[in-house]
């Protein structure tokens, strides 16, 4: 019986995925390395607008881990005074970014938890809503194809550092209203009551 390949793994902490700037060179780099380096990358240079403004988010919650900002027990001033610390430091400090980055989970592919997406969504869609309707500039249903030659019968898959900056921007500015019906059968308010934040 031959074995099974190894399952895909791709680490948003380390495989490259967001565009970043430096001077006039262009450069792909996953999470750790866009702190590591964020003293010499001049600006993200994602192609979606909304992407960028998104990974903005996260990187300032983030930011807030691994400076400690995010302490609740800081007073104001000892917060304004820890936030000028790390300013005039004109960098993140290197151990506590492999510090931050080691003690959780990037896997974007991991079964139980991967990262910024829901693995019960497989059980409780009885369908997919399809690849088209995730990325932008593509038709999905019955819409005409303006940006791209794809139609819901002949989705191309996304390579995933794109699919990750997509993400991005359905977590953000995603479709409001009704996305995939799912069926919630734990609780008994989840099948009657439903919040989209």
Known sequence: ??????????????????????????????????????????????????AASALLRVAVAITARITGLDDPELTASRWNALRRRCLVQGRFDPDAVHAYFDQHGWDV???????????????????????NVFVPGRPAGNNLAWFSPHSHHTAEPVPTADALQILLIHHYYGRCGKGTPRTLGSCPLWGSVRWMV
Not at 11 to 28: C, E, K, L, M, N
Not at 109 to 131: E, N
């Open 109 to 131: 592919f991991d079964l139980v938890r991967p990262w910024l997406q829901d693995p019960s969504l497989r059980t409780q869609c009885p369908h997919s809503t399809g690849i």
């Open 1 to 50: 019986m031959p074995s099974l390949p190894p399952p895909a793994t791709f680490s948003a902490a380390d495989s490259p995925w967001i565009d970043v700037r430096s001077g006039d060179q262009y450069d792909q780099v996953g999470l750790r390395t866009l702190f590591l380096d964020a003293h010499r990358i001049d600006d993200l240079a994602l192609p979606h607008p909304p």
